[in-house]
C-alpha cells in the first residue's frame, strides 16, 4: 500500500488536484461562506460585524419567512408524498408489461428533458385568467362558474404553481420501475401458484422489495420541494400577496438588496432543513442507500 | 407470466375489468397531461392572437408560419441558442476532465483518506445549491468573470462535480485489473495508462454524466439569473424570462418562441431516450 502511494504519489497528487480546488471552490467555500456570514450584518462592501443568530432570529419572526417556510413543506410534501405515489402508482401497472409500455414509458419522462423554465411559461399560457387553455376548458365543458384568474387569486396560486411540476411524474417513475422490474419474475410466479391476487403480490412482493427505492426518491423529491425557485420565480414571483413566496426566492430578494446577513441566514437554514427532512426519512425507514440520481 | 390478466378468452370477473378500466385510466390521464399542454402551445403558436381568443380549441385557420419569423427576430434566439451550446459543451469537457482523472486516481490507486476525500465529495450530491447563491455571485465577481460565459462554465462544471465523479468512479472501479495490469507490463506510464486504458474503457460511463451534466447546463436558469446581467452570456433559459417583456401582447408569437426553445431537448430526446433512461436506472437497480 505505501508502496504504490510512493510509486505515484506525484500523479495522484496531480490528478485529484483539479477536482479538489473546483470543490473547495464551490462546495466547501460557500458552505463556510453561508454559515460565517449568516452570522454578520453585512452589505457586501462595508465591515461586517458579528450579530450572533440575529439574522435567524429576525428571518422566523418575518412573516413573509414564516410563509415561505410553510410554503417550501408543502412543496415538499406535494413532491415526495404525492408524486412519488402517483409515480410508483404508475411504475407498478407499467412493470406488468401492459401493451406499449415502453412508449408510455419514454413518453411519460419526455417533459422531465424540457427546462421548468419552459414548462413553467407553458402554464402560465395555460393558466392566464383571460383565454388561457384552462378557463376556456371549463367553460366548454360547463363549469364555467369555476373559471379563476389562477395565478392571481390567493387561494389558488400555490396549488397552480404546484400541480404543474407535480404531475411531472417521469423522473421518479423511470427510477421505480427500473427497480420494480428487477425483481425476478419466478417470485410472482410462485405467488400465483399459491393463489395470491395482483393487488396481494403488489402489496406483498413488489412494495417491500422497492422500499429503498421509493425512500431514496422520497428523499430526493423533498429536496428538489426545498429547492423550489424556477416555477414560483416566473409564473407569480412569490405573490400575490407572497402566498406562493418560498425559501429560495426570498433569499434572491434579500440578496438583491444587499442585505447578504439574512440572505445566508435562509441559505443556512435551508441546508439544516434539507439535512433533518433527508436523515429523518431515512432513519423512520432504516434505510440507508446511495442517492444516486441526486443533482440540482 | 406477470400479465395479470388471463389472455386467453377466459372470461374475466368484474373486478378484472374494473382493475383493467382503472388501469388503463391512469395511463391515459398521463398520456394527457403529458400531451395536451404541450399540443395547446404550438397549436396556438400557430394562430393569430385573435383567433387564440375566439376559438382557443380550433386549429388555426391559416398557419401563421410569420409567428415564428417574428419570434426569431424579437428574442435574438440564435445568440441566445449559441451561448447555451458553448455554455453547455464547455461545461460538460472541464466537468469530465476533471472528475474522469480524479475518479481515476480514488478508483485505480490506493492511499491515504481516499475514501474520507471520495466520501467528502460525493457528500456534495445533497446539498441544496440554492442556498449557495451569494457565495457563488461574490466568487465569480471576484474571479472577473461575472457576466461572462467563463462564469457559468465553471459553476455548471464545478456543481455536477459530485454526481459526475460517483458515476463515472463506479464505472471505473468495475473495470477488472488484469486489463490495466497488461498495460503497466508494457510499460504504460501512470498518464498512459489513464488516456490508454481507463479511459477508452469507461466510455459509457462519461455518456451517462455527460449527458447529466450537458442537460443541467442546458436547463439551468438560477445562476443563470444570478450571473449574468446582459446578452453578453445570456443563454437559452434565462432568454425565455425576457420574452414576457419582449413580446408584450403578442402572445402567440411569444408561444413560438417558447416552441423554438424545447425542440431541441425534444430532438435530443429521441434520439438519446435510451441512454438518458439506461444512465437513470443504472443506479436505482444497484441499489
Not at chain 1, 399459491?194 to 428523499?219: K, Y
Not at chain 2, 370477473?13 to 378500466?21: E, L, S
Request: glycine content about 8%.
Amino acid at each position: 500500500m505505501t508502496m504504490k502511494f510512493h510509486k505515484h504519489w506525484k500523479g495522484i497528487i496531480l490528478f485529484l488536484l483539479p477536482v479538489l480546488v473546483l470543490y473547495g471552490m464551490f462546495f466547501l467555500y460557500p458552505l463556510v461562506f453561508v454559515y460565517l456570514v449568516s452570522l454578520m450584518k453585512w452589505n457586501g462592501v462595508t465591515h461586517m460585524a458579528f450579530i450572533g443568530l440575529k439574522n435567524y432570529i429576525d428571518n422566523f419572526r418575518n412573516p413573509i419567512f414564516r410563509l415561505a417556510l410553510g410554503n417550501n413543506f408543502i412543496w415538499a410534501f406535494s413532491l415526495g408524498i404525492v408524486q412519488i405515489a402517483l409515480a410508483a402508482l404508475v411504475a407498478l401497472i407499467l412493470a406488468r408489461r401492459p401493451k406499449g409500455w415502453k412508449v408510455l414509458r419514454t413518453v411519460y419522462f419526455l417533459p422531465n428533458v424540457i427546462s421548468k423554465v419552459a414548462i413553467a411559461m407553458m402554464w402560465l399560457a395555460i393558466y392566464n385568467a383571460d383565454f388561457g387553455m384552462l378557463n376556456a376548458l371549463l367553460k366548454v365543458v360547463g363549469l364555467g362558474a369555476l373559471e379563476t384568474n389562477w395565478l392571481g387569486n390567493v387561494s389558488t396560486a400555490l396549488p397552480a404553481v404546484i400541480f404543474q411540476e407535480v404531475i411531472y411524474i417521469g423522473y421518479f417513475m423511470i427510477i421505480i420501475l427500473a427497480a420494480t422490474m428487477s425483481i425476478p419474475e419466478s417470485f410472482y410466479e410462485a405467488a400465483q401458484m399459491d393463489g395470491a391476487t395482483v393487488w396481494q403480490q403488489e402489496r406483498f412482493i413488489t412494495l417491500p422489495l422497492v422500499r429503498g427505492i421509493i425512500v431514496t426518491s422520497m428523499t430526493l423529491a423533498i429536496a428538489f420541494g426545498l429547492r423550489q425557485f424556477e416555477s414560483t420565480f416566473l409564473m407569480t414571483n412569490g405573490g400575490p400577496a407572497n402566498a406562493t413566496m418560498v425559501m429560495g426566492l426570498q433569499l434572491y430578494v434579500d440578496l438583491g438588496s444587499l442585505d447578504y446577513g439574512h440572505a445566508n441566514a435562509i441559505g443556512g437554514t435551508l441546508i439544516i432543513i434539507g439535512a433533518i427532512l433527508i436523515s429523518g426519512i431515512r432513519r423512520l425507514f432504516g434505510e440507508r442507500e446511495e442517492t444516486a440520481e441526486a443533482n440540482q | 407470466m406477470r400479465a395479470g390478466l388471463d389472455p386467453v378468452g377466459r372470461r374475466l370477473g368484474v373486478t378484472d375489468v374494473i382493475a383493467k378500466i382503472l388501469k388503463w385510466s391512469v395511463l391515459v390521464l398521463f398520456l394527457l397531461l403529458t400531451f395536451l399542454p404541450l399540443l395547446y402551445l404550438v397549436i396556438s403558436s400557430f394562430k393569430t392572437n385573435l383567433a387564440l381568443q375566439v376559438r382557443p380549441f380550433s386549429l388555426p385557420v391559416v398557419w401563421q408560419v410569420s409567428n415564428y419569423v417574428e419570434a426569431v427576430k424579437i428574442s435574438s434566439l440564435p445568440l441566445l441558442f449559441l451561448h447555451s451550446i458553448i455554455i453547455s459543451t464547455l461545461a460538460t469537457a472541464l466537468n469530465l476532465l476533471v472528475t474522469t482523472m480524479g475518479a481515476f486516481a480514488l478508483s485505480r490507486e490506493r492511499f491515504r483518506f481516499q475514501n474520507v476525500i471520495l466520501n467528502l465529495i460525493l457528500a456534495g450530491v445533497l446539498v441544496p445549491i440554492i442556498a449557495f447563491m451569494v457565495p457563488y455571485f461574490k466568487l465569480i465577481s471576484a474571479m472577473k468573470i461575472y457576466d461572462t460565459i467563463w462564469g457559468l462554465i465553471i459553476t455548471y462544471a464545478s456543481i455536477n462535480v459530485p454526481i459526475s465523479l460517483y458515476l463515472i468512479h463506479g464505472f471505473m472501479g468495475s473495470i477488472p485489473v488484469e486489463l490495466e495490469e497488461a498495460g503497466i507490463m508494457d510499460g504504460c506510464s501512470f498518464w498512459q495508462r489513464y488516456a490508454k486504458i481507463i479511459l477508452p474503457l469507461s466510455r459509457l460511463g462519461l455518456v451517462t454524466a455527460g449527458t447529466f451534466v450537458f442537460l443541467f447546463a442546458w436547463n439551468e436558469f438560477i445562476y443563470a439569473l444570478l450571473l449574468t446581467s446582459s446578452l453578453r452570456a445570456r443563454t437559452l433559459q434565462l432568454g425565455i424570462q425576457f420574452f414576457k417583456s419582449q413580446f408584450i401582447t403578442d402572445y402567440t408569437s411569444m408561444y413560438a418562441a417558447i416552441t423554438l426553445t424545447i425542440i431541441p431537448s425534444i430532438a435530443v430526446y429521441i434520439f438519446f431516450h435510451e441512454r438518458i433512461i439506461k444512465g437513470l436506472t443504472s443506479g436505482a437497480v444497484k441499489g
